[in-house]
């Protein structure tokens, strides 16, 4: 079994550039960093600005209130959206957490 190490954006400033963090984690040493919907970005556009760095996308995080019944339903809308999204940037895994 082959092992990828990748390393998570938030470390950094939120006011950083993409491209910066990106750029910082490859130079690092690392192979990936995780990949969500953002905007309006393609999971096709985000595939092509990670391998301009040298990077694959990794899998997203997704948080929800999970234990309030009332938003099961977005919940679970923006979870497809989330999924559907991990499998088209080439991730099997997608890590779930409450807000």
Same mark, same amino acid.
């Given at each position: 079994?082959?092992?990828?190490? $990748?390393? +998570?954006? @938030?470390?950094?400033?939120?006011?950083?550039?993409?491209? &910066? @963090?990106?750029? %910082? @984690?490859?130079?690092? +040493?690392?192979? $990936?960093?995780?990949? =969500?919907?953002? =905007?309006?970005?393609?999971? /096709?556009?985000?595939?092509?600005?990670?391998? &301009?760095?040298?990077? /694959?996308?990794?899998? $997203?995080?997704?948080?929800?209130?999970?234990?309030?019944?009332?938003? &099961?339903?977005?919940?679970? %809308?923006?979870?497809? &959206?989330?999924?559907?999204?991990?499998?088209?940037?080439?991730?099997? %895994?997608?890590?779930?957490?409450?807000?």
């Amino acid at each position: 079994m082959t092992w990828q190490i $990748g390393c +998570g954006q @938030i470390t950094w400033n939120r006011a950083t550039p993409e491209d &910066r @963090i990106l750029a %910082e @984690i490859a130079q690092a +040493g690392y192979e $990936g960093a995780p990949a =969500g919907p953002q =905007g309006n970005r393609s999971p /096709k556009e985000t595939v092509e600005l990670f391998a &301009r760095h040298g990077l /694959k996308p990794a899998p $997203g995080y997704f948080s929800a209130d999970w234990w309030d019944a009332s938003q &099961r339903a977005a919940i679970l %809308e923006q979870a497809d &959206r989330y999924a559907n999204f991990a499998r088209e940037v080439g991730c099997t %895994e997608l890590y779930v957490a409450p807000s």
